[in-house]
């Protein structure tokens, strides 16, 4: 009788410990803070949003930032809602060897890639550029040789950002 009561017991330990067994082997999350900076500049009035997307264009390439893509998020978001949105569109550029460098300094700069830059209608009818940059101390935690190129991709993103809020090609 002992033994049953054992086995019994035994089996029912198992039976109840088995989703705690199954949830410790699925994976979880973990979170790094991050200090991150946002830059925003208002297109001049008289610049329009195309004119604007042209001189981001142009002055990225001026910097050998590849242009990688763009999301034209207010197209999704007018299929999606069937009404007119203010205009949205997100810019991806990117440079593959700084890019690697850095990964290799930090995973976790894959975050901020590929450098991202918006330029969109707020409800005001103000029109914006807006990125998020890395902060310099997160630039100061990486190689010598790496701290420049991330330093001269940041200073590339405000020229950028600057030239396409007035225009200039």
């Known amino acids: 009788m002992y033994k049953i009561k054992s086995v019994l017991a035994l089996l029912l330990l198992v039976l109840l410990s088995q989703p ?46 590849k242009f990688v893509g763009v999301n034209q998020l207010y197209k999704e978001i007018e299929a999606l809602t069937g009404k007119i949105s203010k205009r949205i569109e997100i810019f991806n550029f990117c440079d593959g060897i700084v890019a690697q460098k850095m990964i290799e300094a930090n995973p976790l700069m894959i975050s901020f890639m590929p450098c991202r830059i918006a330029i969109l209608e707020d409800q005001h009818g103000k029109r914006w550029i807006i990125a998020m940059m890395i902060n310099s101390d997160m630039i100061r ?29």
Do not use: C, W
């Open 20 to 65: 705690v067994m199954a949830d410790s082997l699925k994976p979880s999350l973990s979170y790094t803070p991050m200090d991150g900076q946002i830059a925003k500049v208002e297109i001049r009035p008289g610049v329009g949003f195309d004119e604007a997307i042209e001189s981001l264009k142009l002055r990225a390439n001026q910097h050998n930032l």
């Open 141 to 169: 935690s990486m190689p010598a040789e790496t701290q420049k190129d991330a330093k001269r991709i940041m200073e590339a993103m405000k020229d950028i950002m600057l030239a396409a809020s007035t225009g200039d090609l």
